[in-house]
């Protein structure tokens, strides 16, 4: 599967964006999706995720209350809604493709990465 999110920009402090990934193929439901994001100098880390039917949810601490994941499996796209957006928040954001059932946080449980979109919060 191919993935191609898109979305990012520039923000002010406290304001939204949503994030959006595009799957090709005809098995989009067949697999978790998560998104994980990439501040500069520091290792990738979990965001969020959400299993096939979009019945489970899990999210990163840091971003619990504030973003919400959601997918669309008629249109083969997974989304990222991002509320009052702070500086930290600041990165590449990533979705990725997992074959499995649970919303997992991990990254080896991903097995198809999108190119990564900026996402940049001004102070």
């Known amino acids: 599967v191919q993935l191609q999110a898109s979305g990012g920009g520039l923000v002010q402090a406290g304001g939204s964006l949503r994030l959006s990934c595009a799957a090709s193929g005809r098995t989009f439901s067949s697999y978790v999706m998560g998104w994980f994001r990439q501040a500069p100098g520091k290792e990738r880390e979990f965001v969020a995720a959400?299993?096939?039917?979009?019945?489970?949810?899990h999210y990163a601490d840091s971003v619990k209350g504030r973003f919400t994941i959601s997918r669309d499996n008629a249109k083969n796209t997974v989304y990222l809604q991002m509320n009052s957006l702070k500086p930290e928040d600041t990165a590449v954001y990533y979705c990725?493709?997992?074959?499995?059932?649970?919303?997992?946080?991990?990254?080896?449980?991903?097995?198809?990465w999108g190119q990564g979109t900026l996402v940049t919060v001004s102070s």
């Open positions: 990725a493709a997992g074959f499995g059932v649970v919303a997992s946080g991990t990254e080896r449980k991903y097995d198809y």
């Open positions: 959400i299993n096939l039917s979009g019945s489970s949810l």
